[in-house]
């Protein structure tokens, strides 16, 4: 039995797969993951630049070996992700017309989303369309198309896959001013009949935010607007971000400096045990609204697979998930259990 297992009754557990757990060449990996999981996300495999990489040349071979591992093993499908602004392929970026943005829009929605059609159990449909103020995010959809490309591409999501539940999906939209966009966004998409069956809050946190108060907080908002709550990139960071440090320079790589690896010798059991009780303060939280509350996906399987070794800044060694290097339980695994 593993997490899927003791949190049945309350909501799926996800994890986010890459191609080197799909092609199953790690054993271990694999063990654990159709051990503790029951949905998977990809982390990169269904994203424009790699999926469609040309104008019309589609790049499918991952994405179907992912949607397979999914359906063989009876997983829940989360398709990540339609529309965002990053990880386009490089032609997008050239494209002038308002009319050849939506065309490559609506070509990439109807053939990605209706590949898959009856496969994928929801899409996220838009990723961060929102600015920590909760206005609307500059992109080349915003740019080209106004803000009605959100409403747009839902509504070719729908129909290329009816079944597929939709999510909008963003980071730090559990913090109160970009709260408030996602609700005013979600609100329009309802007024003027657009499907919309949820919302993915990514939960990229740290060991001191997101505050508990703002997750709860935005659970039952968003809840009240008769949507799923997803968290849908679960995980904690242990290191200091460069924006949190007064007077360090965010473009800086500070090699050698102690701020890139603070913690050569594993992580220390004081900070182990930070994480664990900021993961079970958390899940407390979860479990208390599990009636809101559709799935729980992990941004990783273990520690050493985890893009916050990478993000944002390179070369670091982070500790964000409930798996270590070796793939075993960590302190955090055993307090998240202990919410149920
Ligand atoms: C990240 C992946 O984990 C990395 O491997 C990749 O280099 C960049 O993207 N928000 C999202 C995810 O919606 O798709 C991002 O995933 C993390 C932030």
Request: aromatic content about 10%; proline content about 5%.
């Amino acid at each position: 039995t593993g997490l899927k297992d003791i949190f049945a009754n309350d909501f799926l557990i996800g994890t986010a797969l890459g191609a080197e757990h799909i092609l199953e060449k790690n054993k271990i990996a694999n063990n654990l993951i159709l051990r503790e999981f029951n949905a998977i996300t990809p982390e990169n495999i269904m994203k424009a630049e790699v999926i469609h990489p040309e104008p019309n040349n589609y790049s499918f071979t991952l994405a179907d070996k992912f949607v397979e591992y999914g359906q063989k093993n009876n997983l829940f499908i989360a398709g990540h992700t339609l529309v965002w602004h990053s990880q386009l392929p490089k032609f997008v970026h050239k494209i002038q017309s308002a009319d050849s943005v939506r065309l490559f829009m609506t070509n990439h929605i109807n053939t990605v989303a209706g590949r898959y059609k009856g496969k994928i159990n929801s899409w996220d449909v838009v990723n961060e369309a929102l600015n920590e103020d909760g206005t609307l995010r500059k992109s080349i959809f915003l740019e080209k198309l106004g803000e009605g490309y959100i409403k747009e591409a839902f509504d070719l999501a729908a129909k290329a896959d009816p079944n597929a539940e939709l999510y909008y999906n963003d980071y730090n939209i559990e913090q109160p001013a970009k709260r408030k966009g996602a609700i005013e966004l979600i609100k329009k998409l309802q007024a003027s009949g657009t499907k919309i069956n949820g919302v993915g809050i990514q939960g990229h946190w740290s060991l001191k935010g997101a505050p508990l108060k703002d997750i709860e907080e935005s659970i039952i908002e968003f809840s009240k607007l008769g949507l799923k709550v997803a968290f849908t990139e679960l995980d904690i960071t242990v290191l200091p971000n460069p924006w949190d440090l007064k007077g360090a320079d965010v473009n800086q790589n500070f090699p050698g400096s102690p701020f890139m690896n603070p913690y050569p010798k594993g992580l220390p059991d004081s900070v182990q045990t930070e994480l664990a009780q900021r993961y079970s303060d958390i899940f407390k939280i979860f479990i208390k609204h599990r009636d809101k509350i559709s799935r729980i996906t992990f941004w990783g399987v273990n520690d050493g697979h985890s893009w916050l070794n990478g993000w944002p800044i390179r070369n670091r060694t982070n500790y964000p998930l409930l798996f270590d290097r070796e793939f075993q339980k960590k302190p955090a695994y055993e307090a998240v259990i202990k919410q149920k």
